[in-house]
């Protein structure tokens, strides 16, 4: 049977060396929160996101948010559609038109196959209309290697 190699310590190291960027744009904004989203974020460290997928953006301002862990003040950025497939890695800085909104704390998969919610942590919790995103705003996850 195989083992999960996240979180159980059957890996001799961190396993990413070095990845792309992943390039998207916005084509849905949000303007909504949650402080009792109950985000479950998945223990893996890395999600595939690939082209043309949409995915969610989301951003907490909580400190303790990152994999296996439960999250519940939420607000909702984006959606995005995905230019340039890749990997996200927790950790990885994102940038929504040239400015850095978060990093990367970890993926729930509540609406999956439909789409996977990206959890950002970031020291604000505003909503995308609040940080004036645009429809069609490029949108970079940053290699955090």
Do not use: Q, W
Request: proline letters at 5%.
């Amino acid at each position: 049977m195989s083992k999960e190699p996240h979180g159980t310590g059957i890996l001799d190291k961190y396993p990413y060396a070095a990845k792309s960027d992943v390039t998207g744009r916005v084509v849905c904004l949000l303007d909504a929160r949650s402080e009792e989203r109950g985000m479950e974020l998945i223990i893996h460290p890395s999600r595939a996101l690939c082209t043309n997928e949409i995915h969610e953006l989301a951003v907490t301002d909580d400190p303790g948010a990152a994999p296996n862990r439960v999250v519940d003040r939420v607000a909702y950025l984006a959606f995005f559609s995905v230019e340039e497939g890749g990997i996200a890695l927790v950790g990885d800085k994102v940038e929504v038109a040239g400015k850095e909104i978060g990093e990367v704390a970890g993926f729930d998969l509540t609406h999956a196959p439909n789409h996977i919610n990206v959890l950002l942590r970031a020291k604000d919790r505003k909503t995308g209309a609040e940080l004036r995103l645009s429809l069609g705003d490029p949108i970079v996850f940053r290699s955090s290697l």
